[in-house]
């Protein structure tokens, strides 16, 4: 309520990463607890100070300083940089109107009662793309009831939820689990959720097969990237935001999410989605984590390639795994190649895909 606009920075980044985002955001004031003051004093010291002015060091104590209400409900509230790992980090700038509307919504939508007095933990939210449906199952078993929402930073955090139906009840726990993770509308608050092709922009028909890019239009949509048009422009075209996520459209409208529309392997001519993959490799017992990347092929284009990492104490081999997903998909869709490692993580726990992509990318062709 002073008048500025916030930027919240993770207690994990490291001095350099700390340098990069104040000077992105030319940062006047950084407020920091005394557990990080080393961290933020590292990357003060960093600045090159003949070119910007540093921003004040202030540690976090109580104030009351004056309320200073923004002018309009279009005002920027707050930026907020996208996790994903790019050397240019984006800034996403939410206005005052989009964060209160975003509240409500969330109030509405996971029934938050008039008093809260215990911790709302009775239910969990889980975001993120995609956790494997197994996941969601032993989460549930232990008594948790998990609803899994679907957006980005763009989206103010959830765009679409799973609105669960009274006939999912009688389904197996897979299945409704799979339900969860994939099946969703769009979250209150928004305008609208699509399906559209990403170029021609025409909506994808609701037959639940055909695939199209997830987009979003409404006031809990980004207002503009922070210094940076160019990605804005790239971002709207055609009038929507381009989540880079690719689904289908089903009859009754809840939109499946299929893919990142980066993680496509095309093999031969033929498309396929790395989730479904993922979710069969999740589902072996000796499987904790697993990601699908193309491998480039001379023959095929690409080929799918997993990279596993094994749970302590278990040992399989590279055809048991192949063979596992054999059993359990097409032929072409199972995985070619298995690596066994550890798979590196973002500061929010997301495998980060490109790694595996670059090493597949290096292990040179197989036919
Ligand atoms: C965006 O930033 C605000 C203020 O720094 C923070 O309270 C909020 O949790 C962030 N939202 C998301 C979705 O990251
Ligand atoms: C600091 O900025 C000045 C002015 O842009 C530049 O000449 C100098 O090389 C920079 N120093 C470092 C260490 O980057
Ligand atoms: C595979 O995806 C590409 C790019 O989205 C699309 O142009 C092509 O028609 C798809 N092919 C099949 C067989 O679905």
């Known amino acids: 309520m002073a008048g500025a606009i916030l930027c919240t920075l993770t207690a994990r980044h490291d ?77 996403v700038v939410y206005s005052h109107r989009g964060a209160y509307l975003k509240s409500i919504a969330t109030f509405l939508l996971h029934g938050m009662g008039l008093i809260p007095v215990y911790l709302w933990t009775v239910e969990v939210m889980t975001g993120g793309l995609l956790p494997p449906p197994q996941i969601l199952s032993k989460m549930e078993g232990l008594g948790f009831s998990v609803s899994h929402l679907y957006g980005l930073t763009e989206t103010y955090g959830p765009g679409t939820y799973c ?63 922070y210094k940076n048009q160019e990605a804005m422009d790239k971002a709207f075209e055609g009038g929507w935001f381009h989540s880079g996520d690719l689904a289908a459209k089903h009859p009754d409208g809840y939109i499946e999410v299929k893919d990142r529309l980066k993680d496509v392997i095309i093999s031969g001519g033929e498309n396929m989605s790395s ?61 070619r190649t298995v690596v066994f490692e550890d798979l590196p993580e973002t500061l929010t726990g997301k495998i980060q895909k490109f790694i595996p992509r670059e090493k597949a990318k290096a292990m040179g062709s197989l036919s």
């Not at 030319?26 to 080393?38: G, H, M, N, P």
């Not at 990347?293 to 749970?311: E, I, N, R």
């Open 15 to 91: 001095p350099s990463m700390v340098l990069m985002l104040l000077k992105h955001l030319r940062a006047k004031i950084i407020f920091v607890d005394c557990q990080l003051l080393e961290v933020a004093r590292q990357a003060i010291d960093l600045f090159n100070k003949t070119e910007t002015e540093l921003p004040a060091l202030v540690l976090i104590s109580e104030s009351d300083g004056s309320v200073q209400r923004p002018l309009g409900e279009w005002d920027p509230i707050s930026v907020n940089y996208t996790s994903e790992t790019t050397l240019q980090p984006k800034g």
């Open 163 to 225: 609105a669960w139906k009274p006939e999912w009840d009688s389904l197996s726990s897979d299945q409704r689990s799979s339900i969860k993770s994939r099946q969703w509308v769009q979250h209150l608050g928004l305008e609208e959720v699509d399906v559209r092709d990403t170029v021609t922009m025409e909506s994808v028909p609701s037959d639940g097969k055909s695939l199209g890019e997830i987009m979003f239009r409404g006031n809990t949509v980004v207002s503009g990237y």
């Open 275 to 335: 989730v479904e993959v993922e979710t069969v490799l999740y589902s072996h017992s000796a499987v904790l984590e697993a990601t699908l990347v193309a491998h480039p092929d001379d023959y095929w284009g690409q080929t799918p390639c997993a990279f596993v990492k094994l749970k302590e104490g278990c040992h399989v081999d590279a055809q048991e795994i192949i063979g596992f997903c054999r059993d359990h998909l097409p032929h072409h869709t199972s995985p």
